[in-house]
């Protein structure tokens, strides 16, 4: 491949996989924004996922805490750690988003589901994302970490800015406007977190964020400094990752009636659905690390301290792991992880995601029947989530 691709160039982000394939075929090199080194095919995604030791997730850290930005609690959060405080802090959490955690929240998530669905209009365009991809996510991390409910689009802005770090990269040429806008984002955030935090102290809830605040490791509490890097980090990685599988599945349902047809008459297939969703359109695209030592791979040398993009938006059209791998097939056999990672820092939300995403096409797919794009998609910026930032559509019942 001559030349270094830029993953954020417009037809690139409308549709990168067309470049991924090109990646795969020179399958360890190096990417713009950022200089990345970037691995596409599956089994080096893998690979470097379940070596923690030489793909460092300080990497996550070093592309949320560019110098520019200087402070971000979400890259101080344990999705920027390795062993063993990473596992020290996961421990704490794990509970509470366990099967008998999840089952308690069942209901909650449906009744979301089905007024947010009931709200929708009939026959005329809404923008899908802000209208049915948004709400949902946005109610259960709201119960999560104690959000207020009336403030959704305040989030969905805090968390786009978020992952939009990496699409500036680590040393911009020039100082913009919107370095400006992420760097007061972050101390917005704070404070608002900060304030369910002081919240919490004097009239506990039955919540996470309560919990959180009670958890002992090894005998201590969490620092005010832990908790915030927490609340960061559940917002980031619960809020936007989930906001589009829901628009990445409505997209496949307007583009094949067949299978929106399919899954009114069977819902039981939604499950199966959406993991094809994951794969053919994986919200996460890349997930960072950084090397601790020379590494070679396909024999070619990874220095030390490079940047790597671990890219799993590759490594699931890869066609020596699916056959036929560009094209949508919801019978497609076995189970495949990737989308939520791999590893020790395997995703902690992926059954809180599922079950979002699946009771939200339920009640979608009992009120409607016809779905029909009503104009372009706007696509975000970011080098780790894609998804669309607006889609109008059309809904019908008949
Ligand atoms: C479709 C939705 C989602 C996708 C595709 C997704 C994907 C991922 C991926 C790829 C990672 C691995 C990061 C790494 O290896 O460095 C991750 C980690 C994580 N995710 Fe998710 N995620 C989703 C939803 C959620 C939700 C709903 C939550 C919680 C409310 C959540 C919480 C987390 C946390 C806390 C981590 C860090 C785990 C650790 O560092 O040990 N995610 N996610």
């Not at 691995?39 to 996922?49: G, N, Q, S």
Request: net charge neutral.
């Amino acid at each position: 491949m001559s030349g270094r691709v830029n993953l954020l160039l417009p037809e690139v982000r409308a549709n990168p996989y067309p470049t991924y394939a090109e990646l795969r075929r020179s399958p360890v090199c190096q990417v713009d924004p950022g200089g990345y080194w970037v691995l596409t095919r599956h089994d080096d995604v893998v690979a470097a996922f379940k070596n923690p030791q030489v793909f460092s997730n300080i990497g996550m850290r070093v592309a949320t805490k560019p110098a520019w930005l200087g402070h971000n609690p979400f890259a101080d959060s344990m999705i920027g750690m390795d062993p063993p405080n990473h596992g020290r802090l996961r421990s704490l959490v794990n509970r509470a988003f366990g099967p008998s955690a999840l089952a308690r929240l069942e209901p909650r998530v449906r009744a979301f589901a089905d007024s947010i669905v009931a709200r929708l209009p009939e026959g005329t365009p809404v923008d899908f994302v802000d209208a049915f991809s948004l709400p949902l996510p946005a109610s259960v991390i709201g119960e999560l970490i104690g959000l207020d409910p009336t403030q959704h689009h305040l989030f969905k802005r805090w968390a786009d800015d978020l992952t939009s770090i990496s699409a500036i990269g680590p040393r911009p040429e020039r100082e913009t406007p919107r370095m400006e806008e992420i760097r007061a984002t972050v101390k917005e955030t704070e404070q608002y977190m900060g304030r369910v935090l002081a919240s919490r102290r004097v009239e506990p809830r039955d919540d996470l964020v309560t919990d959180l605040i009670n958890a002992r490791v090894d005998g201590e509490s969490l620092t005010d400094t832990e908790l915030m890097n927490f609340m960061f980090l559940l917002l980031v990685a619960g809020l936007e990752t989930t906001i589009h599988l829901m628009s990445h599945s409505v997209r496949v349902l307007m583009e094949r009636p067949d299978v929106l047809e399919r899954l009114r008459a069977d819902r039981s297939r939604i499950p199966r659905f959406l993991e094809e969703v994951l794969r053919y359109e994986p919200p996460v695209q890349a997930i960072m690390r950084v090397t601790t030592g020379d590494t070679e791979i396909r024999g070619v040398t990874i220095p030390k301290g490079s940047p790597v993009a671990l890219m799993m938006g590759a490594a699931n059209r890869d066609e020596t792991h699916f056959a036929g791998a560009d094209a949508f097939d919801m019978d497609r056999e076995g189970t495949n992880n990737l989308p939520f990672g791999h590893g020790i820092h395997f995703c902690l939300g992926a059954p809180l995601a599922r079950l979002e995403a699946r009771l939200g096409l339920e009640a979608l797919l009992t009120r409607f029947a016809r779905l029909t794009p009503a104009g372009p998609l706007k696509w975000n910026q970011s080098m780790t989530v894609r998804g669309p930032v607006s889609m109008p559509v059309v809904a019908y019942a008949e």
